[in-house]
């Protein structure tokens, strides 16, 4: 009898062992995961920055006239995304860095909000580089010039910045796919079924 006590003593010892090692190994890799969201969310900032200083100085003036990114309605645009984007980096930053207890309102919050500056800095970008394409190339169709061979150092810098400008979109779209498994992996979606009086509600976690 005092074996079998003995047995059981030690096998609870073992489970208890091994649930603080998992628990140890979990809190480990939340806090590396922590680590390496904050520095995604980072990176963004100085490229956004980097992008929106460019365009913000993207004037020529010659002998066949003046341009500005100003003039240009899809440039305007780039600079307000970049501006919008970096200062909400800084602050998801500072957010995601402070450890706190994960909930599933947080967890919507960030999903929501990286979603919509994923497709708002990604329109920028596409919208953007559609125009450096035509002041570069023309178009016969609607017998547009290629204005790059007047204003080449403006088209160059344009085209920097939209480049800088996709670095971002490839960070916002890490940042997207990363808070959608944080929260689909941790919480359930809202699940629809029938009850017993052929109503239709919603489920959703407690």
């Known amino acids: 009898m005092m074996k079998m006590v003995i047995v059981e003593e030690d096998k609870t010892r073992k489970v208890v062992r091994n649930d603080a090692r998992e628990e140890e190994v979990v809190g480990n890799l939340g806090s590396v995961m922590r680590t390496a969201?904050?520095?995604l969310r980072v990176v963004p900032i100085g490229l956004c920055l980097a992008a929106l200083v460019v365009m913000l100085k993207n004037s020529q003036d010659n002998d066949y006239g003046s341009v500005s990114y100003s003039n240009l309605g899809a440039f305007t645009y780039l600079v307000y995304a970049n501006g919008i984007c970096a200062g909400y980096s800084f602050f998801s930053a500072f957010y995601t860095a402070l450890p706190r207890p994960p909930t599933m309102s947080r967890a919507w919050t960030i999903f929501f909000l990286d979603q919509v500056l994923t497709y708002v800095i990604l329109a920028a970008g596409t919208v953007s580089a559609e125009?450096?394409?035509?002041?570069?190339?023309?178009?016969?169709?609607?017998?547009?010039?290629?204005?790059?061979?007047?204003?080449?150092?403006?088209c160059k810098r344009a085209t920097a910045s939209v480049s800088i400008t996709f670095g971002s979109v490839a960070c916002y779209v890490l940042l997207s796919l990363l808070s959608s498994y944080r929260l689909f992996s941790s919480y359930d979606a809202p699940i629809p079924f029938l009850s017993?009086?052929?109503?239709e509600i919603a489920a959703f976690p407690r």
């Open 196 to 199: 017993s009086k052929g109503v």
């Open 131 to 154: 125009i450096v394409y035509l002041a570069y190339n023309g178009d016969k169709d609607v017998t547009w010039s290629r204005e790059c061979g007047v204003f080449n150092g403006f």
């Open 37 to 39: 969201e904050t520095l």
